[in-house]
């Protein structure tokens, strides 16, 4: 069934590659007017351009305030209203208790939570007096499990996971129609995670699609979850922690 969002104003950050190039691909197709977000002014340039004026590329820091409002400044006045929110920017850094610095720590905290916390509000403070809309926010399963090799990472999708409940929280009691939710996957096939397969082996070996008992799946299956939680049908989904991590929690990770 397509149009799923037809007509919505959808802002992706880290729109330009990975889970966010494919939300952004989905969501255009599905009907929304897109605007997304990236550092990567070339790659976020050269998708915009293949859209031919569907989508609208704006270079962003998540992290920043500043650029948080001059992002939300855009589509206002381009669309003058925002429906769905998919905070999506962040890094992924290995590294155990032991391994791991305090750098480490803080450019994780920096960018995967302070840029949603920063999202979160931008989002509300728009949404709340147009009619509600969707926010979701790009967790990790290593937010809700005990990832021992990734402790300042993990730290920091656990923190996403938190705000979510607490802004679903609040939208519902304030009365907004403003929804939250997080999505949780493991081990996506996408740049930021390539250096994690043996070099020279091709990756559809690691893939679901290869052996069910694989964890790893495609930016595809992630954007499907971000779309269900942005359409009205899940107009009831609200402060979720929506695992995408073809059942590796179950069996313990």
């Not at 206002?76 to 209203?81: C, N, S």
């Not at 990734?150 to 979510?164: N, Q, V, W």
């Not at 954007?223 to 922690?241: K, M, Q, T, Y």
């Amino acid at each position: 069934m397509a149009g799923r969002i037809e007509g919505k104003v959808a802002l992706v950050t880290g729109g330009a590659s990975g889970v966010g190039r494919a939300a952004v691909e989905l969501f255009v197709g599905e009907g929304a007017r897109v605007v997304f977000t990236d550092l990567d002014v070339a790659g976020g340039e050269s998708l915009a351009s293949a859209f031919g004026g569907r989508a609208l590329f704006i270079r962003q820091d998540a992290a920043s305030a500043a650029d948080w409002d001059a992002a939300m400044a855009a589509v206002r006045e381009r669309f003058g209203r925002l429906d769905i929110l998919v905070n999506n920017a962040g890094i992924l850094l290995k590294g155990s208790i032991e391994d791991a610095t305090l750098d480490d720590w803080q450019r994780l905290m920096r960018v995967n939570a302070d840029s949603v916390f920063l999202g979160c509000k931008a989002g509300v403070a728009m949404m709340k007096d147009g009619g509600g809309g969707s926010i979701i926010n790009m967790s990790s399963i290593a937010g809700i499990a005990a990832k021992d090799d990734y402790a300042a990472y993990g730290a920091s999708k656990a923190a996403i996971a938190g705000l979510t409940r607490a802004v679903a929280a609040h939208c519902r009691r304030a009365k907004y129609r403003i929804r939250c939710n997080s999505i949780h996957p493991d081990g996506i096939m996408t740049p930021m995670t390539a250096g994690s397969y043996p070099q020279g082996v091709d990756p559809a070996r690691f893939t679901i699609d290869a052996d069910p008992m694989n964890r790893a799946c495609l930016p595809a299956d992630v954007a499907a979850a971000i779309l269900f939680l942005a359409e009205d049908g899940s107009r009831a989904v609200n402060g979720i922690e929506l695992r995408v991590d073809s059942g590796q929690f179950v069996m313990g990770i």
